[in-house]
DNA sequence: GCAATTTAGTTCGTGCGCTAAAGAATGTCA
DNA sequence: TGACATTCTTTAGCGCACGAACTAAATTGC
């Protein structure tokens, strides 16, 4: 305890301490049972939403078309997903569950670590909507920052790009 | 709004939204001012704690030694710290902040989004202190899971490991 | 019809993050 | 002193994440 930190900086550790943690469970996982955090969340709204296109797969999942490439590979090396280009629409790509992606999602451990869960299961549930409260409301402030940036439902309105 | 979420996939929404949202903040940073969150994070670490060995910047930034030698060596190369040997235990890296590294730090932008700075300092303070309180909560819990694994003071007593 | 634009995905380059293993320096103990 | 263990840091290998640039396909305008 050499110095005060600001209360910026402590929630800055915070958040810090929250990755690192994900982090270091999706590493876990990964030895236990050979698939990663955002590999099994990511599985999991495939089955929530299949069949999918990655464009509406990478919207639901808050996650970058390019990143999705990389996980929906190693899925599919994996053998836990298909991935086929639309008849209809040759320029989008369909992404549907295998047996072995559903038997995977069967046994599959939660996403949250087990602790956490039992934590919040012993909460009472007004506590429990007080955390969900507070973390989605971080989301939404850290988000106002960039919003062009972020997904999009709606991409029109940016035609400010034309300069030659 | 095609399913039901349950209550721990609205929380682990709610992560991937921060964590989304803090990187894509990082980029923005990187553009304008050619630094990366973590990296400014660590840099304002070791302007608290200089000089410092490199072990004691990692658990003080919660932080795995392997990243942040990466982390250094960034700042390194753009002239903000500067590494050198210790003299008396040459097996430890002390850091030290460089004239233009304190330069960078009284202009350098905060770390955390301004949006959210506004909505914070709009609060009352026993919100903010709620809100910190959550995150710090939430990370405890999340921590529990691999006690093992994280930031370590005391490395003794895992004499567990002799088998042959 | 066919150029110009828009849209959907992937590839590329960079950085962060973890674990495991390697290196280097120090300490221990017979 | 010389083998062995311990401690501190870096390297190697992998995966995730972003933006920017690219390819391919569909749509729009003429």
Same mark, same amino acid.
């Given at each position: @305890?050499?110095?005060?930190?600001? %209360?910026?900086?402590?929630?800055?550790?915070?958040?810090? &301490?929250?990755? #690192?943690?994900?982090?270091?469970?999706?590493?876990?996982?990964?030895? !236990?049972?050979?698939? =990663?955090?955002?590999?099994?969340?990511? /599985?999991?709204?495939?089955? #929530?939403?299949?069949?999918?296109?990655?464009?509406?797969? *990478? $919207?639901?999942?808050?996650?970058?078309?390019?990143?999705?490439?990389?996980? /929906?590979? #190693?899925?599919?090396?994996?053998? %836990?997903?298909?991935?086929?280009?639309? #008849? +209809?629409?040759? &320029?989008?790509?369909?992404?549907?569950?295998?047996?072995?992606?559903?038997? /995977?999602? !069967?046994?599959?451990? +939660?996403?949250?670590?087990?602790?956490?869960?039992?934590? /919040?299961? $012993? @909460?009472?549930?007004? !506590?429990?909507?007080?955390?969900?409260? =507070?973390?989605?409301?971080?989301?939404? @402030? @850290?988000?106002?920052? +960039?919003?062009?940036?972020?997904?999009?439902? *709606?991409?029109? *309105? $940016?035609?400010? !790009?034309?300069?030659?």
């Amino acid at each position: @305890m050499p110095h005060h930190l600001t %209360y910026e900086e402590q929630v800055i550790v915070a958040l810090r &301490r929250i990755t #690192r943690a994900a982090d270091i469970h999706s590493h876990l996982l990964q030895r !236990k049972f050979g698939i =990663t955090g955002p590999q099994l969340s990511t /599985l999991r709204v495939v089955h #929530r939403l299949q069949p999918v296109s990655t464009g509406a797969l *990478a $919207r639901a999942a808050c996650i970058g078309y390019a990143t999705l490439t990389g996980v /929906l590979n #190693r899925l599919e090396v994996h053998g %836990y997903v298909t991935r086929h280009r639309d #008849r +209809s629409d040759r &320029r989008t790509v369909i992404v549907a569950m295998t047996k072995a992606g559903d038997e /995977l999602l !069967k046994t599959a451990p +939660s996403l949250l670590q087990t602790r956490l869960r039992e934590e /919040l299961g $012993r @909460m009472t549930e007004a !506590k429990r909507t007080g955390i969900l409260d =507070t973390l989605l409301h971080v989301a939404t @402030m @850290m988000e106002l920052e +960039s919003p062009e940036s972020l997904i999009e439902e *709606a991409p029109a *309105a $940016r035609a400010a !790009k034309k300069l030659k």
